[in-house]
């Protein structure tokens, strides 16, 4: 839809693109007149995000028997206007995506109750909590709806209680109050709204002037917008968005701009010190440090989902689940044996997963991670299978972190500031790679798992064949990563830190 000014035609408005601007006005003009950049398109994890409050958002719809569903597609804007006045005039107790066209701009309500001759605006989010960016999203539509001429006395989030525990009695859903936020920032949605215009009216807004960076969302825009330079100041070792951008509001905008006697932590002075010498510095703390590495060692990773609506016994939403496992040990020959354990079909897969675990890591000395996340996964397997609970618990009480180790004793110029598996991988192994892997991410790993597992009884049997094959090839690179990044790093430690 768009709007005639004399004898111009300008793009229309909706909620999502006017909270747009209020986020990033470049993300908005964007969406307008680059839809098809390649930054702006879903990644797998993005479209599953997307799916999923979808899923929710019907879900929510059932808590209100009689509500009608304004049926029509997105792009049919003015018929979903005329329907929703309809559904207004009928009487109903509540419409879904209930729609209207009013100071320039459409909203679709995620759910209108009505309330004796008033209403409430429900805004339905798969999150566990109101969350900063959910007012503005609320308000818009507040805007919208008193202007077309409805007495909305309450605004109100819809989203997913964070003490349900599958199958409940909690219920699924909680309703929080927002009614006083959108009070308070509906003065601000004209000069929204015309500022959305005036970004659709004008160029490329070019990268954000500062004041929209560092604040608790994504942006797709990001890597676009950060100065690409490799030396950048956001590339020091702790230094997240906020802290960036106090620094470069001091005028530090990269690494040279710091002066001799700035206060920095250890692992960043680190950073600096072989960013200026172009060299890899190594501890000589390493060796003692490898000493919990030594004989039988396994090394482990999980791969996990996390569901919005959780599916199996004593789970919250968004609860970790692992599904998938792989496990190196070195034996005492020095040769290296593998175990991998994949989940097939619906069914919980916690007790097997569990027990395969169990089995394959018992003769392991020490078994090595990457980060603290495969403790966690294994407090979860506990707490669904507690008759395993002696034996998990010894594993945990063998488990060796290897990041604390590099974190600890190495640093090196192609870090950039990162001590994550990948970014530590290439420097150190660099014949060994993820490039060129059909999944190369846990993100990724974790949704083509899910649909694997949900909704893979439609697929046919060589596409679940290649997803089984793509996933076992990159969660077994997981732990062979580490195999060879331990290997190294005895290598490091035997040259007194030569290599």
């Known amino acids: 839809m768009t709007e005639q000014t004399g004898s111009t035609t300008r793009p229309h408005l909706s909620k999502s693109r006017v909270v747009a601007c209020w986020k990033c006005p470049r993300d908005l003009w964007w969406k307008v007149f680059k839809p098809d950049a390649p930054e702006l398109q879903p990644s797998v994890a993005d479209q599953d995000r997307m799916d999923q409050g979808t899923a929710v958002g019907v879900l929510a719809t059932k ?9 029509l597609p997105y792009d049919q804007m003015r018929g979903k206007v005329e329907a929703t006045r309809e559904a207004l005039a009928a009487g109903a107790p509540a419409i879904f995506e209930a729609s209207f066209w009013e ?27 109101v969350k900063e960016d959910h007012i503005p999203d609320a308000t818009v539509q507040l805007h919208v709806l008193r202007k077309a001429g409805l007495d909305v006395q309450e605004v109100a989030l819809m989203h997913l209680n964070r003490e349900y525990r599958h199958p409940g009695p909690e219920p699924l859903f909680a309703l929080t109050d927002i009614t006083a936020e959108a009070e308070g920032m509906l003065p601000e949605i004209p000069s929204l709204i015309q500022a959305s215009h005036d970004v659709l009216a004008g160029p490329d807004p070019g990268p954000c002037s500062g004041n929209q960076w560092g ?10 917008c950060w100065p690409d330079d490799p030396d950048h100041i956001r590339h020091l070792y702790g230094v997240g968005p906020k802290k960036a951008l106090s620094l470069m509001a001091d005028g530090i ?30 501890e000589p703390t390493l060796k003692d440090n490898l000493a ?32 998938q496992f792989s496990y190196h040990e070195r034996q005492p020959d020095g040769s290296y044996t593998h175990r ?63 990041k604390k180790v590099v974190e600890k004793n190495v640093a090196h110029p192609d870090f950039m500031g990162s001590y994550s598996i990948k970014d530590v991988l290439t420097p150190l192994v ?37 997803e089984r094959r793509d996933l076992l090839e990159y969660c077994k690179l997981d732990t062979e990563a580490m195999v060879r990044l331990l290997e190294r790093l005895e290598e490091l430690a035997e040259k007194g830190g030569q290599g």
């Open 103 to 129: 100071d320039e701009v459409f909203v679709a309500v995620d759910i209108l109750e009505r309330r004796g001759r008033a209403f409430r605006l429900i805004e339905v989010k798969a999150t566990t909590k």
């Open 292 to 323: 919990p590495f030594q004989g039988r060692i396994g090394f482990l990773d999980f791969e996990t989902i996390m569901r919005a609506v959780p599916l199996w016994d004593g789970l919250a939403p968004y609860g970790l689940v692992p599904v």
């Open 430 to 466: 660099p014949d060994l790679s993820y490039e060129g892997l059909a999944v190369a991410d846990g993100m990724t790993a974790s949704v083509k798992l899910a649909h694997m597992m949900l909704a893979g009884d439609s697929w046919t049997p060589a596409q679940r064949e290649a």
């Open 215 to 224: 604040r608790p969302w994504e942006c797709a825009l990001d890597e676009s």
């Open 63 to 71: 808590r209100f028997p009689g509500g009608v569903l304004v049926d």
């Open 253 to 282: 905008h990269t690494f040279h701009d710091l002066p001799p006697n700035a206060e920095v932590n250890e692992k960043a002075l680190r950073q600096l010190q072989v960013w200026r010498t172009g060299t890899m510095r190594v």
């Open 340 to 402: 991998e354990w994949l989940a097939e079909g619906s069914a919980d897969p916690r007790p097997e997963i569990a027990r395969a675990l169990v089995e394959a890591t018992k003769d392991a000395e020490r078994v090595a991670t990457y980060t603290a996340y495969e403790k966690r996964c294994i407090d979860a397997l506990k707490n669904a299978v507690p008759e395993l609970e002696p034996e998990l618990d010894h594993l945990i009480a063998r488990l060796v972190d290897l």
